[in-house]
């Protein structure tokens, strides 16, 4: 849901390895949610979606997997590169207000 | 950037001033969106537009205008900045493949304006 707090949680990964963002989204009715990249200075771009009546969607090394139960949504990363440093922003759209909620954002840091 | 330009880039106002925000898209989606970012809040959306000349308000509209009086162009007009107006302002289009209102469909972002109000 909405963000709190002055600090971004930090993800600090080597290159090469894989990454794991998490995300806990506010409203049982969402069905639809989306992971942005945001790096600094630039716009939130999109990676990937998924829809609620999945659990899991693959991109080019991304994954997306959706648990519904414990409403929790998260961003896997297959051998992170330093390009893929960033904030990265799940947003969830609950469908009868159609209104896109960011969570909070996470800092990933990618050492060489 | 998804077709989707921001202008000024970069604008310093002082506090009282009349300020506009330009979004330009080449598109030609439907939805039109206006967000601010800011440290501790994340993105929040301030007004939207459903097409031409039909806008309604987001979750922090106060102290804000919009006017669409065509498709590719939506604009934000702060009618007499605050400080409390500093921040990051995005625009972001989406096409719905439904009546919903806003879309609920996948949004693409502009690359922001940075304005800051002394």
């Known amino acids: 849901g909405e963000s709190v707090g002055l600090h971004l949680p930090t993800l600090s990964v080597q290159e090469g390895d894989n990454s794991i963002i998490n995300c806990a989204y506010s409203?049982?009715?969402?069905?639809?949610f989306i992971w942005y990249k945001q790096e600094s200075g630039k716009g939130p771009q999109f990676i990937i979606d998924?829809?609620?009546?999945?659990d899991k969607r693959q991109g080019q090394r991304v994954t997306v997997l959706l648990n519904k139960t414990v409403k929790h949504l998260s961003l896997q990363i297959a051998a992170t590169q330093p390009g893929d440093s960033a904030v990265y922003f799940c947003?969830?759209?609950?469908?009868?207000?159609?209104?896109?909620?960011f969570g909070q954002g996470t800092e990933l840091s990618v050492k060489p | 950037d998804a077709g989707i330009t921001q202008s000024p880039r970069h604008k310093v106002t002082e506090t009282g001033t009349p300020v506009t925000l330009r979004c330009h898209q080449t598109?030609?989606?439907?939805?039109m969106y206006w967000y601010r970012q800011d440290p501790g809040h994340g993105l929040r959306l301030i007004h939207y537009?459903?097409?031409?000349?039909?806008?309604d308000k987001g979750e922090v509209s106060d102290g804000y205008s919009v006017s669409r009086s065509k498709t590719e162009d939506f604009l934000l007009t702060l009618e007499s900045a605050t400080s409390s107006q500093t921040s990051v302002y995005f625009c972001?289009?989406?096409?719905?493949?439904?009546?919903?209102?806003?879309?609920?469909?996948?949004?693409?972002f502009g690359p922001g304006t940075r304005l800051t109000v002394l």
């Open positions: 972001a289009i989406s096409e719905s493949k439904t009546s919903d209102r806003p879309s609920t469909d996948t949004q693409y």
């Open positions: 409203n049982s009715a969402s069905d639809y």
């Open positions: 598109e030609n989606h439907r939805y």
């Open positions: 947003a969830e759209i609950y469908n009868q207000g159609g209104k896109l909620i």
């Open positions: 998924i829809r609620s009546n999945m």
């Open positions: 537009s459903y097409g031409v000349k039909d806008t």
